[in-house]
C-alpha cells in the first residue's frame, strides 16, 4: 500500500491549503490516519489524527486553524489548513495506522511566505 499526499505549495500569511492524502487501495482495520510535519533542523511532530472512532486531536499550535477528515470510501485523508502562519512551513507527511502497521506517505512541502 502506498500513500499519495498532495496539495502542498506556497501560500501567503492568513491563506489557506488543503492537503489530502490517499491510499492506492483500500485499507482495512484502520485504528488511525493523520498528519505530521517536519520544519528544518526539527523533529516530526503530529500536527492531526483521527481515529476510526471519528475522535480528533489535533497539536496546539493548530488548534482552531487546522481541521482533520477523512473519507473512508475513497481511503483518504485531509487536512485544511486555514489562517497559515510562517511558523506552519514544513513537509507535512500523511500516515495510516492499520492492524497497528504504520503506512507512511512520501510528505508535501508547505511554505508560507510573503
Known amino acids: 500500500v502506498q500513500l499519495q499526499a498532495s496539495g502542498g505549495g506556497l501560500v501567503q500569511p492568513g491563506g489557506s491549503l488543503r492537503l489530502s492524502c490517499a491510499a492506492s487501495?483500500?485499507?482495512?482495520?484502520?485504528?488511525?490516519m493523520g498528519w505530521y510535519r517536519q520544519a528544518p533542523g526539527k523533529q516530526r511532530e503530529l500536527v492531526a489524527a483521527?481515529?476510526?472512532?471519528?475522535?480528533?486531536n489535533y497539536a496546539d499550535s493548530v488548534k482552531g486553524r487546522f481541521t482533520i477528515s477523512r473519507d473512508n470510501a475513497k481511503n483518504t485523508v485531509y487536512l485544511q489548513m486555514n489562517s497559515l502562519k510562517p511558523e506552519d512551513t514544513a513537509v507535512y507527511y500523511c500516515?495510516?495506522?492499520?492492524?497497528?502497521?504504520?503506512?507512511w506517505g512520501q510528505g508535501t512541502q508547505v511554505t508560507v511566505s510573503s
Open positions: 500516515k495510516i495506522v492499520a492492524s497497528w502497521y504504520d503506512y
Open positions: 487501495k483500500n485499507i482495512f482495520n484502520i485504528n488511525m
Open positions: 483521527i481515529t476510526s472512532g471519528d475522535t480528533t
